[in-house]
Every structure is written in C-alpha cells, then in structure tokens.
C-alpha cells in the first residue's frame, strides 16, 4: 500500500494550484480522498473529532442499498422468462437481470460523477459524495426497459437542475433521484408507463394469463382479479421498477439504515402510518374496488416502501425538526395514497408526494421554529412583568 | 435543595489519561498572561521588558474598560512581551524568582465592606477577570448587577479535573469567595454539583447559596446548561459565571490580602506517562509538567479539554481560566480505505461502525479530522448532543448569513461556543461550528454595544 501513497503524494503537485493539471484537481481530490482518509489534523475549535464522514455515511446508505438492488436484478432474470414461459435456474435469472441492470448503472455514475466532478471543480470544492447515493437510486426507481439515453438525459437533469443550480448537495430542495424518476415519468411518458416496459425483453406474443401489467397499473383500470398474493408483493415477485418491488429485501435495508441512525425514524415511521391510515379512511368509505383493498396492500405497492425508506428519510430534503418530520411523513403516506386511488393519470403517488412534500418541508419547518421563537418571546414577556 | 436537573441529551466521549488523584508541585520557572485568553479585551500594556514585578503588579489594563487590570500572578522579572501579526499582544512573560512575593492589599472582614469597596479591591488586585458574564463570555461589567451568579462545581468535559481534590481543605477561602459573590448580585448565587459525583463537603456544606444537582452526560457541566435550566437568560439579562478555583482566589484575596492565584492543574491524556494533578500559580509554562513525561512522537499539547481548549507548545503556558492540561496524539496520517473499513476501534457517535457495540470502551483518539469539508447534509444529528430547547443547526445557519434578529430568536444569548463542542465533534460535514458560534456571538456584542 505504500507504493500506492507513493505514487500520489508523487502526483499531487501536478494537479495543485500552478501544475499541469491543475483543472483536474477535484477529480484528483475525490480519487485521492476514496484510498485515503486526508491527513487533515484538527486547527481550532474540538481536538478530536468523530471517525464518521460523508463517505462512511453515504456506504451505509449504499449498502442498505444492496439487498433491493441484486433482487431487483434477479427479479429482471424472473419476470423476463416468465413472460417468455421459461424456467431456467436461478443464476440464469439473476446474471440475465445483472447484465440487464449493469449499463444502466454505468451510465448513471458516470454521467452524474462527470458532472458533479465539473461542478465541484468550477467551484473549488472537493467533490461530494452525495451522488454516490443517488447514482444508485436511480437505476433502482426505473423500469428495466428505460432507454440508456433516457437515463443520461435524466441524471444530468436531476444533477444539474434538481442539485447544483441550487448549490450541490445539502442545498437541493428536492430529491435529485426522485427529480430524475418525474422527469423521465413527464418527458418519455410513452416509455414509463403502460404494460410493455416493465419487463425486460418482452416477447411479441404473450402467454396466455400474462399481462406484464403492473399490480398499480392493473389497479387502477379495476383488474383486482390479477393482482398478485400479498405474499408474492411482499417477497417482490411482481414486475415493476427494478429496485423497488421486493418490501422485503426493503425492509433489511430499513433495517441497516435505522441501526447505524443514518435515516431519521420519525419519517419513515411517519411515512407508513400516514399510508396506512389513508388506507383505512378509503376502506371505511368504500366508494370503489380500489378503495376497498386492503389498507396494508397500499404500503406493500408500488413505490411506496421504497420511497418510505430510501427517499423520504433524505436528510437533505426532508424537515429537519422533530415534529416537522412527523407531519412531513404522515403527509407523505397520505397524499401517496391519495394520488394513487383518485388520479387515473398517475398510477403511482410516492414520487410525486414525496416531491411536493419536499417542496413543504421548509415550510412545515419555518412554523415549528417560528413556535420555539414565540416561546422564548413569551418566557421573556413573564420575566419583565415580575 | 432536593429537585435533581436531569440532563439527558448528550456525550460522555471516554478517553485514555484521566489524572491520578495525587497532588505534586510544579515549580514552574516562567509564567505568562496571555491576552488573547479574555474575549473582547484591547490590552494596553503597563510595564518593559526587564521590569521587575511581584504578584499584584498591573501589567494591562483593558482599553475600552480601563478600570479593569490585568496583574502579575508571581514575582519575578518580565521576560519578554510577544506580539503577533498586526502588533496584537499574545503573551506577557514572568520569569519567576521563586520568591513569591505580593502587593498587600489588606485582609478584610467581608461583612464590614460595601459592594463598592469589594469591586474596587478585586478590580485594583487583578482578581476582577475571573468574574465573567453571559451572554458573550467577556470579562463582568464592574457597573453591571448581574441577576445571578452561577458557580460550576464540577466538569464534565472529557479527562476533566475533579474539583472536589482541588478544593480539599480550603472550606473557609471557598466560603468567603461565595460571601464576596452574594454581595455582588442582587439575585441568588448558585452553586451547581452533580447529583452524584460531588461528594465534597465544601461544596455541599457552604452557606448562603443555593446549591442546584444536575445529572446527565457532558455538557451537564456547562454553565450555560445550568443557566438554561435553573434561571434562564432572556434578552437583555446578565449573568456572572466563575469556577471554584476563582472562588478561592477571591477568598483568599478578601482573607490574606493578596492576589494568590494558587492554581491545582490537572495534566491528562492518553500520551502522559505520569498523569495527575500539579500545584502552581496562573499561567504556569507546562515545561517541567510535561518533558519527559509525555510519549515520544508527535503530540498535540492543549491548555484546557480536548473539546475547548488551546493549542499550545510543549514549553507554552496554560490559559488564565483552565485548570487542566491535556496531552493527545496528533493525526497527520493518510488512513487507507478507512472509511470503508467496519471500524471496531474508531471512536464515533453515530452507529456506523462496528464500535458502538462497545460503548464502554476507552480511546486514545488523535487530532485527524477523519474526512473533508462538506456542506451540511446530515440533519437531527446536534439536537442529540445538545440539551438544549434551542435549534443549534437553523442557529449554525444563522450565524453564517449574519442573520442579527434570527440569531437573537433562536437564543443566541443563552448559549457559548463550548455548547457547540459536541456538536462540532460528531458533525459529518466537518465544520468549524465552534468559531462559527463564536463569530456570531461577537458580532452581537458589537452589534448590541
């Protein structure tokens, strides 16, 4: 390993202020820092400092990732020789979804990395981690038939409008995957929605009881008789967009990301109940097929365990006061569910709660604190008068 | 006083080095008064290099406020007087005579004085700067009456010195102190404990005050945590806050007439061979404290906790307000792959690494920063550390805009960098929040004078 310290501590002055490559120093910065942790030391304030980070932060998050994301390609392998009336062995399934799955991920990093490398450099800063994170979300929150140019068009978007024009990571308001997913959904709505692009390699001519229509997609035209088991949307056996159809390699992930405390509980408890009471409320109204599902069904659908894990929790994005983050999810889970059953232009809901709550959460924020403010106003109002 | 003040949010960082509880000389050969120790003072310098001095001798006085003056705290000759960049005066050095004489300024019977009388003799003794006032941790307003003053009994902050040691045997210069302190505040003195751990009965058994409990992880010992919970400052309040070893030094002023600042320092640290507590006087050079008693290799020296303190030389001087010296690796190491790696022996607060499933392990943690700058990205992580029913993120925020209302809303007044400690050492993103707070602190103290 110290021929590798060598060599870059041999490279950095080309790329410092005045070398030759000097333009490409935050890229050099973002390889350098991925080896080694800087040998930055503390100057003022706290000696110490805690051994956490951005990039540990955002490997949590990409590990808790992991469990949805080689289902969802094993899933791919599953629903496209089912379509095709085949029954080849597991790592058939799987290694056909993994090279299904895999250009969509390069593509993905690597336009998103390029740009966020070209912003990072612009400004002289080192290069965020943050889409480390969202560079895997996307590929997940798609369906396997997306387009590669699609997706390039998207993520740069997402980056460059849901992210950097705002001042990168940390600064967005909105959810960069979740902006790249709306504009896919708004600009190819041709290609994201329908029967045919949920599955890859569909044949032309379908065995007979195959559809290739999603449980949402099917739900809201009223085909409940070709919903899946509860059983089978929980496991994840069902087509959809690739990461987001198994609740429960989603809920391992919950799992990793509640243990380490890297995502906020408040929320993704929040998110659920606010689903599941919305359920409810249709239940006991009952107007309709869709409103008479069972109200747990509404939490295993779709994107709504995704979205409850992995998108609403972003810290970034979502309130950032206690109880800001229970209206935040709550509201969450109810508007997702709302926009399913009620609105026949969007079958799924979570993408698009989650972005109208993400525009809210500011100001679920400004009254919680304008609240903490009012408070010290009134204590120093009681201490006058006596 | 039975109501015991729990403190639940919070951090016990648990570090190697804690000071033995033995008590050795230290004679020290130099001292110094380092400006820059108290807030907002513009020194004016009062004597040359050369000049001979004893306990009790101006040496500056504050521009702004020159009845305030800063002395000798031993007799001897001064050595040199260093300046840094734009002339600003960073240190005043005693070459110490050994001899230890003083400026008498009379023994008094604390009743027969007057307010006045009492703050003219601490303000012309050089005892006055120990007395300091929230908001903004300057040196107290001689004109001021504060509507409390609040004594700290104990600290929390990680190695810290154990103040029932330091003042054992000196009950009647401790009650004193506290008498001179009631007749300088129209309100309550409060001395804080803790709950359990104070078991001294100086502190327990003194007259006079209102003696408050507190329990909880660090900052429980801030004072700003017991101001927060006990009598909590509003816009406009003024507060006077000190330690025990300043009651002492005021009770001795008051019983033998001089200014001795007999100090009991703590020297801690996972790199100290020999920690346990040193006997000297203020601003003592840790020289004899420290060589040959320290680790080969590179280490950081800090005058004060590893949270707080300052970093100072291995020949350097400890600051006017703190009684321990710490001693810690420095971190100038380039970690491979660490943040990937499970992290059994790294210290964190947050759970991701493998070492939360030892919580009661001890660490001998270096000064590495352990990652970059970034904007802040992780949120609910401060309030967690941070016992406060303030918004110490939105806060942060701010400071950063020079938001003065917005500032003063979120409760600027009620809080000190120091309660930022924690938050700056779990903080992802790496920033500097202590001198953020701190900025926004002066700049409402210009703002408001």
């Given at each position: 390993m110290k021929a590798l310290r060598k060599f870059i501590d041999k490279q950095k002055p080309h790329f410092d202020l005045g070398g030759k490559f000097q333009k490409l120093k935050s890229a050099f910065d973002a390889v350098e820092t991925l080896f080694y942790v800087p040998d930055k030391v503390t100057?003022?304030?706290?000696?110490i400092r805690d051994a956490v980070d951005m990039k540990r932060t955002m490997i949590v998050v990409f590990i808790a990732l992991i469990p949805a994301l080689l289902f969802g390609m094993w899933n791919i392998g599953y629903q496209h020789f089912l379509s095709h009336g085949e029954q080849p062995d597991q790592w058939t399934m799987f290694f056909y979804g993994f090279l299904e799955m895999l250009p969509i991920i390069i593509v993905s990093y690597g336009v998103g990395l390029g740009l966020e490398i070209v912003f990072a450099q612009i400004r002289n800063h080192e290069v965020n981690e943050g889409f480390f994170v969202s560079g895997l979300l996307i590929p997940m929150i798609v369906?396997?038939?997306?387009p590669l140019w699609q997706i390039a068009i998207a993520v740069a978007f997402a980056v460059i409008f849901g992210k950097e024009v705002f001042g990168g990571t940390g600064m967005n308001i909105v959810n960069p995957a979740l902006t790249a997913r709306a504009f896919l959904f708004f600009a190819y709505p041709s290609d994201m929605s329908g029967e045919k692009v949920w599955i890859s390699g569909l044949p032309d001519i379908l065995p007979d009881t195959f559809s290739g229509a999603t449980p949402l997609g099917n739900a809201l035209v009223g085909n409940f008789d070709q919903m899946p088991t509860t059983y089978e949307m929980f496991i994840g056996?069902?087509?959809?967009?690739i990461g987001e159809t198994s609740v429960l390699m989603i809920l391992i992930g919950a799992i990793i990301l509640l243990a380490t405390g890297v995502a906020n509980w408040r929320i993704m408890f929040s998110v659920f109940a606010g689903g599941y009471i919305m359920g409810l409320l249709f239940n006991l109204w009952g107007l309709n097929e869709y409103m008479q599902m069972d109200a747990l069904n509404h939490l295993l659908l779709g994107g709504f365990a995704f979205g409850a894990v992995f998108m609403a929790t972003d810290p970034v994005t979502g309130t950032q006061t206690k109880k800001g983050m229970y209206i935040y999810g709550f509201l969450i889970g109810i508007i997702a569910v709302l926009i399913r059953v009620f609105n026949p232009a969007y079958p799924e809901g979570m993408m698009l709660a989650i972005l109208l709550m993400n525009v809210f959460a500011p100001l679920i924020d400004h009254y919680i604190i304008e609240s903490n403010i009012s408070k010290r106003l009134k204590r120093m109002k009681i201490a006058i008068k006596i | 006083m039975s109501t015991t003040f729990v403190i639940k949010n919070g951090l016990d960082i648990k570090l190697l080095g804690e000071a033995e509880k033995t008590i050795v000389d230290l004679n020290a050969e130099k001292f110094a008064i380092k400006p820059p120790n108290f807030l907002g003072c513009f020194p004016k310098v009062l004597v040359k290099e050369g000049d001979i001095v004893v306990a009790?001798?101006?040496l500056f006085y504050d521009k702004y406020r020159d009845n305030i003056v800063f002395t000798a705290s031993v007799s001897g000759k001064v050595e040199a007087i260093k300046r840094g960049a734009k002339r600003r005066l960073l240190e005043i050095i005693i070459d110490s005579d050994g001899k230890n004489e003083a400026i008498d300024f009379g023994a008094s019977n604390i009743n027969d004085l007057k307010k006045e009388d009492i703050v003219e003799k601490m303000l012309k003794s050089g005892v006055w700067p120990v007395l300091r006032q929230r908001p903004y941790s300057i040196i107290a307003n001689p004109n001021d009456a504060p509507k409390a003053i609040f004594v700290a009994a104990y600290d929390t902050s990680p190695l810290a010195p154990d103040f029932d040691l330091i003042v054992h045997g000196q009950g009647d210069e401790f009650q004193v102190g506290l008498d001179v302190l009631t007749k300088l505040t129209t309100g309550t003195v409060h001395l804080n404990v803790d709950s359990t751990k104070t078991t001294s009965k100086v502190f327990l058994n003194s007259q006079h005050v209102q003696i408050n409990k507190f329990s909880g992880p660090h900052p429980s010992g801030n004072v700003s945590v017991h101001i927060n919970r006990v009598d909590p400052i509003n816009k406009g309040d003024i507060i006077w806050y000190l330690y025990p070893q300043d009651v002492l030094t005021i009770g001795r002023l008051f019983l033998k007439g001089r200014f001795d600042s007999t100090r009991i320092i703590a020297l801690a640290g996972s790199e100290v061979k020999n920690p346990r507590y040193y006997k000297t006087f203020v601003g003592a050079s840790i020289k004899n404290m420290v060589s040959g008693n320290t680790t080969d290799g590179d280490n950081r020296f800090i005058s004060g906790t590893v949270l707080t303190g300052e970093k100072i030389e291995k020949d350097g001087f400890i600051g006017f307000y703190d009684s321990m010296v710490t001693v810690i690796p420095e971190g100038k190491y380039h970690e491979f792959f660490g943040w990937l790696l499970p992290g059994f022996n790294k210290f964190s607060f947050s759970h991701t690494f493998l070492s939360w499933l030892r919580p009661n392990k001890k660490y001998r943690l270096?000064?590495?920063?352990h990652g970059g700058m970034r904007a802040?990205?992780?949120?609910?992580?401060?309030e967690k550390v941070f016992p406060f029913d303030i918004y110490p993120m939105q806060l942060i925020k701010a400071v950063l805009v020079e938001d003065i209302d917005l500032m003063e809303n979120l409760g600027i007044y009620e809080i000190d960098h120091e309660d930022f400690a924690l938050c700056e050492v779990i903080d992802t993103s790496k920033t500097e929040i202590q001198s953020i707070i701190r900025k926004g602190l002066d700049l409402m103290r210009l703002e408001m004078s």
């Open positions: 100057k003022t304030g706290s000696h369906p396997p038939e997306t056996i069902i087509p959809g967009s | 009790g001798t101006p270096d000064t590495n920063i802040y990205v992780m949120t609910g992580k401060f």
